[in-house]
């Protein structure tokens, strides 16, 4: 979206800040009012687009109880205004992705009689009065395609790429690495490449590039549209991905071994149905492996039954507990 496109749903949000489906106290036709802000691209393949979906369900099963306003692709020097335009118009402000946490963190108080939720934020990060932070344990999928990359690589090397250096992709990056050595201790795990992006294919393709070069026969990554160069340089030196967080039909992308499942989505309907059931509370929620709510779940393609097994054994290691990541 262009710059003009997110001033001009500014304006739309500011309008309906005054009228009469403005104020947090007010719940005009007794509709629940939600605020989201997507900093991405809504079809970025990846994390903003499963957020996007879970808005979409809520719109369609919804639509009687709940109001929704949306803002993406909102470049960082806009996030104050864009939240505080929400939080103005709104029961319910719901952010995605770490990197709005500083901002979010400054505009909650000054709302509090709204509720806030930031998806992917930091797991540490102490809840506020008014701000929840939900968690989808991306560190869980990270084990999972450590573990399985270093059972279907085919040279005993697996590599990693993410997007942006931020605590959750880093520590999804050791995940992939403790996953991988937990099933294969002689894998050896080249080290982790960030190539400051989500979305940028060319940069993901080159650092790939870079990995297939030293070997890597397996990938495991944190990317959104980036994945596509990724697949790019996987399917050039006859390597294979793991991907995700959506999962798609198997055989449908050439060269993905499998699927971690994230499912952000499901969170975004979990902040809505937890304030229209009176049960939402500032805390940090998990939604990893052990989560009832199925948000987080792997899917593997054409594995050999040896490897399935290995991997359900892994999943239920994982969400009893008797699997710790570091």
Do not use: W
């Not at 946490?101 to 509720?115: I, M």
């Not at 996953?179 to 650092?207: C, E, I, S, W």
Request: proline letters at 4%; glycine letters at 12%; aromatic letters at 8%.
């Amino acid at each position: 979206m262009k710059k003009f496109a997110v001033v001009a749903a500014l304006v739309s949000v500011a309008a309906c800040a005054l009228t009469a489906c403005g104020s947090a106290d007010d719940t005009g036709g007794g509709k629940l009012k939600v605020g989201v802000m997507f900093p991405g691209s809504l079809s970025d393949d990846g994390f903003m687009q499963s957020g996007y979906e879970g808005y979409q369900r809520i719109e369609n099963e919804l639509a009687d109880k709940v109001s929704l306003t949306k803002v993406e692709q909102v470049a960082t020097a806009d996030y104050q205004q864009v939240l505080t335009r929400l939080a103005t118009g709104a029961n319910l402000v719901v952010s995605f992705g770490g990197q709005t946490d500083s901002v979010l963190r400054q505009v909650a108080p000054a709302f509090p009689n709204v509720k806030f939720v930031e998806i992917g934020g930091p797991a540490d990060a102490a809840p506020m009065s008014n701000l929840a932070y939900y968690d989808p344990v991306q560190a869980d999928g990270g084990f999972l395609a450590g573990a399985y990359a270093a059972l279907v690589t085919k040279t005993g090397k697996v590599g990693f790429v993410g997007g942006m250096e931020l605590p959750a992709i880093v520590k999804t990056a050791k995940a992939f690495e403790q996953g991988a050595a937990h099933v294969k201790p002689d894998v050896t795990v080249l080290p982790p490449q960030y190539v400051g992006d989500f979305n940028d294919v060319a940069k993901a393709r080159q650092a790939a590039q870079a990995q297939v070069g030293a070997g890597a026969g397996a990938f495991g990554q944190q990317l959104n549209l980036g994945r596509q160069g990724l697949a790019q340089a996987a399917k050039e030196g006859q390597a294979v991905v793991v991907g995700g967080p959506l999962v798609k039909a198997c055989g449908s992308e050439a060269g993905f071994a499998g699927y971690v499942k994230s499912d952000t989505g499901a969170e975004l309907e979990f902040a809505v149905d937890a304030v229209l059931n009176d049960t939402f509370a500032a805390e940090q929620v998990r939604f990893g492996i052990a989560s009832a709510t199925g948000a987080t779940d792997f899917v593997l393609c054409d594995a050999a039954p040896e490897t399935v097994a290995t991997m359900d054994k892994v999943k239920a290691d994982l969400a009893s507990g008797v699997i710790v990541i570091q």
